[in-house]
């Protein structure tokens, strides 16, 4: 299941990153696995403001966040006119004009929180 959530919170993009490291861990995820390797959780930072930030640790936004329907599709619910930082269209144009043949389903009951 995957899902995409919008918070309101200070600090940096690397003090996110470390507080969703830190849920991670609390909900028994390793520091270290192979990489696509099962996990228990997986929380990725798809955007941080209009932050743009590129180091080994993180990079913004999010790289695979225009390729992607299972989040493009969540994305365009929350913020369907949000222009990504390095993009030229909106979410929910990205969304339209993606060559991708996962279908993304809705589950019933999961309507956005306001």
Not at 11 to 40: D, I, K, M, W
Not at 88 to 108: G, M, N, Q, S, Y
């Given at each position: 299941?995957?899902?995409?959530?919008?918070?309101?919170?200070?600090?940096?993009?690397?003090?996110?990153?470390?507080?969703?490291?830190a849920?991670?861990?609390?909900?028994?995820?390793?520091?270290r696995?192979?990489?696509?390797?099962?996990?228990?959780?997986?929380?990725?930072?798809?955007?941080?403001?209009?932050a743009?930030?590129?180091?080994?640790?993180?990079?913004?936004?999010?790289p695979?966040?225009?390729?992607?329907?299972?989040?493009?599709?969540?994305?365009?619910?929350?913020?369907?006119?949000?222009?990504?930082?390095?993009?030229?269209?909106?979410?929910?144009?990205?969304?339209?004009?993606?060559?991708?043949?996962?279908?993304?389903?809705?589950?019933?009951g999961t309507?956005?929180?306001?």
């Amino acid at each position: 299941m995957n899902a995409v959530a919008e918070l309101e919170l200070g600090g940096s993009p690397f003090e996110c990153l470390a507080r969703l490291r830190a849920v991670e861990r609390a909900f028994g995820r390793p520091e270290r696995r192979p990489r696509f390797a099962p996990r228990t959780l997986d929380l990725d930072l798809l955007l941080f403001g209009h932050a743009v930030v590129a180091t080994p640790e993180l990079t913004l936004p999010h790289p695979g966040l225009a390729r992607r329907r299972f989040v493009l599709a969540p994305l365009a619910e929350l913020a369907p006119e949000l222009v990504p930082p390095g993009q030229t269209r909106a979410i929910a144009e990205l969304l339209r004009d993606l060559d991708d043949p996962l279908r993304v389903e809705k589950l019933p009951g999961t309507e956005a929180a306001e």
